[in-house]
């Protein structure tokens, strides 16, 4: 099983994510990043989610403008979800902070900061979940 799933919105999305990249990799956690927007390929994300879920502890959704991809993530799984709001558009972020904020009950997102330290602290989470997580399966294992 792998620690981390990232799920960019769009190839131009992987530059921002590059300091959390950096990051997973020094702290030596295991980790895929794929490309799905939750608005031009749903169905493919839907199947890929279905497929592979289970093989990752944590998934990190990055994604900027109306921020569709964390929530319908976390609408489709049982994963602890992390979004990251992107610093895009007019509003710089603001918009995909306020659209992963707002999320029903019974969605739940973890919900980061705009821009490079989101992506960092997200990666800071993820990491505190895995470790919880394993020092739980040790006390009861």
């Known amino acids: 099983m792998k620690d981390i799933l990232i799920i960019i919105g769009s190839e131009s ?14 702290k ?19 199947e890929f ?7 990752y502890r944590v ?17 489709m799984v049982s994963s602890p979800v992390i979004g990251i709001p992107l610093v895009s558009g007019h509003l710089s972020g603001i918009d995909a902070l306020l659209s992963i904020l707002q ?4 969605i739940p ?3 980061m900061g ?15 979940i895995i470790r919880s ?3 739980g399966e040790a006390r009861t294992g």
């Open 13 to 26: 999305d992987r530059e921002s994510l590059a300091p959390g990249i950096a990051l997973i990799e020094e």
């Open 28 to 46: 030596g956690l295991t980790y895929t990043l794929t490309v799905y927007s939750a608005h031009r390929n749903l169905p493919e994300l839907t």
């Open 49 to 55: 989610l279905g497929k592979e879920e289970k093989r």
């Open 59 to 75: 998934i990190i959704t990055a994604a900027g403008l109306s921020a569709a991809l964390p929530g319908v993530v976390a609408s």
């Open 103 to 106: 999320l029903p009950k019974g």
């Open 109 to 111: 997102v973890a919900t």
């Open 114 to 128: 705009i821009g490079k330290q989101g992506v960092l602290n997200a990666v800071h989470l993820a990491e505190r």
């Open 133 to 135: 997580a394993a020092a």
